[in-house]
């Protein structure tokens, strides 16, 4: 496989920008070698800048459901053009926008609209910290919630691939603020809100974890997680910033059907364009300014083009049901079988291969990996043409645009590793 243009395109990038690349997992420190640069994408398929093609599985990291320029959300974005481009004053759309959600995910009784899953987080977690009065946060061990000061405590994502623990750069005062706790633990749960119950503002987590992998809740993990929050007064925050509108149109939440007090979303509620949004109780959200005392702003909030590619991509949902049901098919049929040496574990169109033979129900066992062997699966997927997420600890995405086809093409050049 030809890849002297990437090489060279890396080398460029590599003196303008930090590691050559705008967001850690991408420059392959997690699997060596070369990270493809990309001229374009195609329903399923991404082409690299040497004329190689892959079937894609990272899908942007989630956003594009529908696969690569997926027509209704171009043909919104020609039409937005013509309009212009940003106005930081509020248009129509937005608020068609938000009920769409509020639609699909009834929690999310008002919305904030904002750029990315990053500032979602962080606006959540101060917003219940204003609305409790109290500092504690809980997290999960393995959970990602963005590069929120506070939150970048045994983080799943780029910091588990790197192997960073707690990032530089965090005021140590922030960091004890935040409560860590092992993922599917009830017991750990239990114990932190006998303890401390009275000063935790909000439990933040990843519903079904895609930040360590994928890493489904075990059966009344949740639930213990809902009626604790609920009994201490403390917040319930789902960062569906992966999982909304992917496991199901409502998110994790309406797989569970639990009903959190706070959710954010991103990725696919964009349509591939940078947007994002927190939201919940009504009461809650009256405390974010104007309306409380909540400070949070922002110039591109509600951006024209990102809002319509996030209304396109959601109205395609919504009309389109039966997307979710292919979706299942597809991930399933990826899925159903057994490499040595692998544990598979799938939640709808999310999946991971870990490299281990035991469950990975959290950090401890995701961390059990061969990771090198990994390394090695991934750079012969990807001389067979098939582009998995360049990292042990990242989940894998199926798209609309897959067919049966490329999922046979997967499976055979999987096979042939084993
Ligand atoms: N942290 C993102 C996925 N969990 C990766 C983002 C990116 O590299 O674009």
Sequence with gaps: MQTTRSES???RAQKVIPGGVNSPVRAFRGVGGTPRFIERGEGSRIFDIDGNSYIDYVGSWGPLLLGHRAP?????????LD???????PTEREA????LIRQAVPSMEMLRLVNSGTEATMSALRLARGFTGRDLTIKFEGCYHGHVDSLLVKAGSGMATLGIADAAGVPKAFAETTLV???????ALEQAFKERGDQIAAVIVEPVVGNMGCVPPLP??????????????ALLIFDEVMTGFRVALGGAQALFG???????????????LPLAAYGGRTDIMHKVAPLGPVYQAGTLS???LAVSAGLAMLRELIAHPEIYTQLEARAAQLTAWTPPGVTINRVGSMFTFFFTESPVTDWDTAKQCDTARFGKFFHHMLEQGVYLAPSQFEAGFVSAAHSEADIRATVDAARGFF
Excluded: W
């Design 258 to 272: 639990i009903h959190p007090d706070l959710s954010t979303f991103g990725k696919i509620i964009g349509g591939g």
């Design 220 to 233: 009344g993990f949740l639930e213990a997680m809902r009626e604790l929050t609920a009994r201490h007064g």
């Design 302 to 304: 509600g951006n024209p």
């Design 72 to 80: 209704a959300v171009i043909e919104a974005l020609r039409a937005v």
């Design 83 to 89: 309009s212009g481009t940003s106005f930081g004053a």
């Design 96 to 99: 068609e926008l938000a009920e």
């Design 181 to 187: 706790l092992p993922y599917n633990s009830i017991a």
């Design 9 to 11: 395109a890396f080398a």
